[in-house]
């Protein structure tokens, strides 16, 4: 999971308040008026950097952006940075803990069996 500069965070909060029932926002200039200190420029930039990072699917050129497509990740990226930091819970401390007493019980039992 890619965490996000401040710039990049207000960005997408943006899109997400102005995206349509389907997901969609129709071009960076609605962004304006959610992000009124941050320039167009740099609310274009941010959105390329979003595309390149996989959290939005733009399209349009470099000066100006005509459509914003936001994947379902982005809407809840809460929850998925949620089930990432499970999964590393799971990997990297349950695991070795549950192998470690099984190789102690299965020890106990071997030194037990050939008293």
Known sequence: MVFLDRKSKKVLKAVIKARNKINFVNGSELLVPLLPK????????SLWHLHDIKLLVCEGGIDEIYNISI????????????????????????????????TTLIALWVKGFFK
Do not use: A, C, D, H
Request: proline residues 8%.
């Open 71 to 102: 994947p379902y990740e982005s809407v809840n990226r809460r929850e998925f940075i949620w089930i990432k930091f499970k999964q590393f819970i799971f990997k990297s401390i349950l695991t070795p803990i549950l192998v470690s007493i099984t």
């Open 38 to 45: 941050m320039p167009i420029n740099l609310i274009n930039e």
